[in-house]
């Protein structure tokens, strides 16, 4: 899956790489449309050097937007930027050691249109619990360094159907290093179930969250302020999973993450 290019926050596209002929890894952009500033590092003069932005719309087939053949390095602008996939490429090189391409996106969102957040999953697969063991319904890699900035924040919904049957039932949101939110009882018999997550980067290794569960008639369980441990500068994997006696006591129904930049003054622990 394309690592998401984060909004007005300078990061390299082709990092330190050694020189030669090669297509550089595939970025999703966020907010469209957006200017697209790049520059050029070289760690010793090449005799000669082609790099290349190319888009995408589909992610496999490219197109070259903007070219710089500077051996000693430049920054270069793209305008308006709408493709919702971006690579930088080294088409042709003499001599020279490594090459980085910096990229700075800086998106804009539309007048008059709210912005609620980069939807980065959706999955309404009808699978259930296997046997009595602990499940994983569904599983989604966030990319490393999706959570770039203190205060970029990601929120989960997953709404479940238990079976209608007096058998204890589980369920919970997790990510690597720890479980979010979770509940586990007969309450919920023959019920839908709703979890709601919301974490919130505090440092690389860092994030505050909490959790939230809604039965059908029931009290709504809230977990607050869960101190989280998982690394965002690596892929962090974000979780369902579900428990019962038997096969399909718990039925994933929906689910959706929603990815939220801080954008704004973030406020520290």
């Known amino acids: 899956m394309p690592q998401l290019l984060q909004n007005a926050v300078a990061f390299n596209i082709l990092d330190n790489v050694n020189i030669g002929v090669q297509n550089g890894a595939t970025f999703a952009l966020p907010v469209k449309p957006g200017a697209f500033t790049w520059q050029t590092v070289f760690g010793s003069v090449p005799g000669s050097v082609t790099v290349n932005i190319q888009v995408s719309i589909d992610g496999i087939n490219f197109t070259t937007v903007d070219t710089s053949t500077q051996v000693n390095g ?4 793209i305008p308006a930027l709408t493709a919702p996939f971006v690579r930088a490429t080294i088409s042709a090189s003499a001599g020279g050691t490594t090459a980085t391409v910096i990229a700075y996106y800086k998106g804009r969102t ?130 369902f999973l579900s428990q019962g006696g038997a096969d399909n006591d718990i039925i994933h129904r929906m689910s959706q993450i929603y990815y939220y930049p801080v954008n704004g003054t973030y406020v520290g622990l």
């Open 74 to 77: 430049e920054v270069r602008q």
């Open 110 to 239: 539309l007048e008059g249109v709210p912005q609620f957040g980069t939807l980065l999953y959706t999955n309404v697969k009808q699978n259930g619990n296997v046997g009595a063991g602990l499940t994983t319904n569904w599983q989604f890699d966030l990319p490393a360094n999706t959570l770039a900035n203190n205060g970029d924040s990601f929120t989960v919904e997953t709404l479940s159907q238990s079976a209608a049957n007096a058998t204890n039932k589980l369920t919970a949101i997790s990510t690597t290093a720890q479980v979010i939110a979770s509940e586990s009882g007969v309450p919920t018999n023959g019920l839908p179930r709703l979890h709601r997550v919301h974490c919130i980067r505090t440092g690389p290794t860092t994030a505050q969250a909490w959790g939230e569960v809604e039965t059908q008639g029931g009290a709504s369980l809230i977990n607050i302020g869960t101190p989280m441990t998982d690394d965002w500068r690596t892929v962090v994997s974000v979780k």
